[in-house]
């Protein structure tokens, strides 16, 4: 598996899967399977509440703890500097680990005022090497200002919602400026109807490879991190097709044209996860 080197130093596999809507059930299985087709990182949440089925699915796949990449995200019910060293805690105990690869603050939630308190949590974990390295999500480049001017430490991922049709460009330019690495969440564009977009469609039809395929090759080669749920083993082995092809300049112009402003669309400003 091709992999991005964080700012940090530590090195991360270009693409992953994601977790969210998974049970544990579905989430033991589908880690598992995943990782046996050769998928190293995997992606989940506290709030995804399948941390403990996607721990059983690594120790599942048989595979070194050590060749694979776990993240997970603190819930906004948990920021501050106590409230992170507490939901870190559980959230090793639920997955049996005693490290995270990554661990990323889920959203800012500026109302509760204390993303900057959570983040000098984080900093202290990857001191102790709780977690190796540490993220936010949702954050916007004034959030990350913030946690930088308070801490002098730069996010090393921002997890934002990033697909074709909502391309975030500014946003995604703001964290490549910064040499923080942009994972997509929702690189599929679920609930849009992005998957039956003609033009995709010609162009997966030219490389000879699906819509799916292509969006995800369109993120990889803008190097962007996308990290795709399914709990197909199918559909898994199809997104993990993206490394040995190229899509040319126009292709990647052509899509890139296909910006709608649709997606999901939470502004990070008023969203509260919590
Ligand atoms: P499934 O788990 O049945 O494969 P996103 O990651 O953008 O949120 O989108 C994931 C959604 O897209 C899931 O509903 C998943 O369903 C579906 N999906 C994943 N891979 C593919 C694919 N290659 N082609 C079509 N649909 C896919």
Redesign the pocket.
């Known amino acids: 598996m091709n992999k991005h080197t964080l700012r940090d130093g530590n090195e991360i596999p270009q693409l992953g899967l994601?977790t969210?809507p998974m049970t544990d059930a579905q989430a033991e299985v589908a880690v598992s399977e995943a990782i046996v087709r050769g998928y190293r990182l995997i992606d989940t949440a506290v709030n995804y509440e399948n941390e403990t089925g996607v721990g059983r699915g690594v120790l599942r796949s048989g595979t070194d703890r050590g060749d694979i990449f776990v993240q997970s995200k603190l819930p906004g019910r948990d920021h501050g500097y106590e409230g992170a060293m507490r939901s870190i805690e559980g959230t090793l105990e639920r997955m049996g680990l005693d490290y995270l690869d990554a661990y990323l603050i889920h959203w800012p939630n500026p109302s509760q005022n204390l993303y900057v308190d959570t983040w000098r949590a984080l900093i202290k974990l990857q001191e102790e090497g709780t977690v190796k390295s540490i993220g936010v999500s949702n954050f916007l480049p004034e959030h990350i200002d913030r946690l930088v001017e308070e801490t002098g430490v730069t996010p090393a991922i921002n997890q934002i919602e990033l697909?074709p049709y909502s391309q975030k460009k500014d946003w995604a330019a703001y964290n490549t400026d910064h040499a923080i690495l942009t994972q997509c969440?929702?690189?599929?564009?679920?609930k849009t109807d992005m998957?039956k977009n003609a033009v995709l469609a010609g162009i997966a039809a030219e490389v000879g490879k699906?819509?799916?395929?292509v969006i995800l090759r369109w993120e990889v080669q803008n190097s962007y991190l996308p990290?795709?749920?399914?709990?197909?083993t199918e559909?898994?082995e199809?997104?993990l097709d993206v490394f040995n092809w190229e899509l040319t300049d126009d292709q990647m112009d052509a899509i890139t044209a296909l910006e709608a402003g649709v997606g999901r669309g939470f502004d990070p400003n008023t969203h509260e996860e919590m």
């Open positions: 994601g969210y697909h969440w929702s690189p599929l564009g679920r998957l699906s819509v799916a395929q990290i795709p749920k399914s709990s197909n559909r898994m199809a997104n």
